[in-house]
Structures are given as structure tokens and as C-alpha cells.
């Protein structure tokens, strides 16, 4: 599977980004997506994941509530949805994607930058 990411960007505090991630080269239906950040000195985190049917949705506390994780497979595509930021969201965000039922995420698409400046 190969993942690319887009949307990310500077926005002040209490905006909103839209995070996209299209992916090809496997069937996308059958894969779990995650997205996934990291800041400088930090590890990489999941934020959210989505089961391959879009039935199922987690979401990191720090992010509950105010982004939105969802999918379209006849798009092969996958949104995060990021209302009412804060500076501490500032990160390069990753989507990623296993198949069904494995634990591992196992393919990674290139990381996009979100900045929110306060």
C-alpha cells in the first residue's frame, strides 16, 4: 500500500484543518487506517484509527472530541478532521494502514506538517 498525505498547514489557535490521506496499490477496503503524530523530541503517537469498515473509531484523549477520524473507500481515502486546535497539536502528522486484524501498522505514508501558533 502506498499512502499520501496532504492537507496540513499553519493555522492559529481554534481553527481547523482537514488531513487527507489517499492510498493505492492494495485493495483499501480491507486495511485498518490510523493517524499517527510526532513532535520534536517526541515519539510517534497514534491520534486515531479507523477499522477497515469505518464501524469502529479510537480516539487518543488528548485529541477526544474535537477531531474527527473517517473514510471513504471508493476513494480509497482517509480524513482527519481537526476542530479547535491548540499549540500543542503542532506536529508532523503520519497516516498509516495494516491489514485487518494484524497489530502492526505496516506501511507509512510521508508525514504532513500542522503548525498552530498561538
Known amino acids: 500500500v502506498q499512502l499520501q498525505a496532504s492537507g496540513g498547514g499553519l493555522v492559529q489557535a481554534g481553527g481547523s484543518l482537514r488531513l487527507s490521506c489517499v492510498a493505492s496499490?492494495?485493495?483499501?477496503?480491507?486495511?485498518?487506517m490510523g493517524w499517527f503524530r510526532q513532535s520534536p523530541g517526541k515519539e510517534r503517537d497514534i491520534v486515531a484509527r479507523i477499522l477497515w469498515s469505518g464501524g469502529s473509531t479510537y480516539y487518543a484523549d488528548s485529541v477526544k472530541g474535537r477531531f474527527t477520524i473517517s473514510r471513504d473507500n471508493a476513494k480509497t481515502t482517509v480524513y482527519l478532521q481537526m476542530d479547535s486546535l491548540k499549540p500543542e497539536d503542532t506536529a508532523v502528522y503520519y497516516c498509516?494502514?495494516?491489514?485487518?486484524?494484524?497489530?502492526?501498522?505496516?506501511?507509512w505514508g510521508r508525514g504532513t506538517q500542522v503548525t498552530v501558533s498561538s
Open positions: 498509516a494502514a495494516k491489514y485487518s486484524g494484524q497489530g502492526t501498522y505496516n506501511y
Open positions: 496499490g492494495r485493495p483499501f477496503s480491507r486495511y485498518d
